[in-house]
């Protein structure tokens, strides 16, 4: 009597959690298992937004590409990696550090050893932040030949996972977006970037809060050089094409940098790396420097990436 009570209990046990699993992998509420996407069901995959660490790391395992893009937020929003080929990808992520661009560097080799060429995007808030990493890196995903064990029980079979699911079905019934929140090639999509920025003062306020920032640890900021620098020294050693790139931003945004501690993080940026500063390259140039072409005073639109600075990269 107690074995077969003990096996029912084990066997309802294990039905819960495959029934779990499958509604999670269908919700995908991470985008880590690329699901299908229903209208009015999972098609905004809201929650995704702030897992862009995980669901890009795994991104890089399933995609392969031969030409990807890191950076932070700048790079996220505004380069479609499709300008530089089909089998591209932007695996850049918000608030990104040199020692996360690191991690994804050396990812996107061993996703794929072919790997042609990488594309840095690179800031000055990058450096002058005091901190290493954000939440949600996770240098064992990174180094990884596939999700890890602990992703995927995270993603499927936790409390967590579930109620993300049922919050994405939720805002998805709510909201009835038809857009998704990522394109397939990693970019956050225009349509959800528009509604990013649609709120008082968007334009002004990251400049206004970066004016805050405490200064950085020296020990940190010789960290950050050394990581820089070790994507430099990896792409060399596999014979990868390096592009290093400082995206512009407003003049607004521009004058709130330090001008001697830009200049000195600039000099000792090329001194490790040939840099293609676009930021001062077209600080003075009204027909970039214009609030149509950015999100807010720190983040290039698309089109204006596009237009201007594509054409200089390839």
């Keep these: 009597m107690w074995r077969k009570f003990f096996l029912s209990t084990i066997g309802m046990f294990l039905l ?3 029934s779990s699993a499958a509604f999670n992998f269908a919700v995908d509420p991470y985008n880590v298992w690329q699901s299908n996407r229903t209208l009015g069901f999972n098609f905004f995959a809201d929650i995704s937004q ?3 660490r995980l669901f890009k790391a795994v991104a890089l395992i399933n995609q392969r590409p031969n030409v990807v893009v890191i950076g ?4 996220d929003f505004a380069i479609d990696p499709q300008l530089f080929g089909e089998r591209a990808y932007n695996a850049s992520v918000r608030n990104a550090q040199p020692k996360e661009l690191l991690a994804f560097a050396r990812a996107a080799v061993r996703s794929n050893p072919n790997l042609e ?3 840095v995007v690179v800031d000055y808030e990058m450096f002058a932040i005091d901190r290493e990493s954000m939440t949600g890196f996770d240098p064992e995903q990174l180094s990884a030949e596939r999700i890890t064990v602990k992703n ?6 936790t409390t967590d996972a579930l109620a993300d699911s049922l919050s994405t079905i939720k805002f998805n019934r709510i909201m009835q977006r038809d857009f998704p929140a990522f394109d397939p090639d990693g970019k956050f999509s225009e349509p959800a970037l528009y509604e990013l920025f649609t709120f008082e003062n968007s334009f002004t306020r990251n400049s206004i ?3 805050h920032w405490a200064p950085v640890d020296p ?5 950050k050089f050394d990581d820089f620098n070790a ?5 060399r050693d596999h014979a990868i094409e390096l592009t290093v790139v400082i995206l512009p931003v407003s003049r607004y945004h521009f004058e709130r940098y330090p001008r001697e501690r830009y200049q000195l993080w600039q000099k000792k940026l090329t001194s490790l790396a040939p840099v293609k500063d676009f930021a001062s390259i077209f600080i003075n140039d009204s027909t970039i420097d214009d609030e149509k072409n950015f999100w807010d005073a720190a983040h290039l639109k698309a089109r204006a990436f596009e237009d201007y600075i594509c054409p200089m990269l390839k």
């Design 219 to 223: 020990i940190v900021s010789r960290r």
């Design 50 to 52: 702030h897992h862009e």
């Design 152 to 157: 995927f029980f995270a993603t499927l079979l």
């Design 16 to 18: 819960m959690c495959l």
């Design 209 to 211: 809060e970066m004016t």
């Design 231 to 235: 994507i430099v020294k990896l792409c």
């Design 72 to 75: 932070n937020s700048k790079a």
């Design 117 to 119: 060429r990488l594309i």
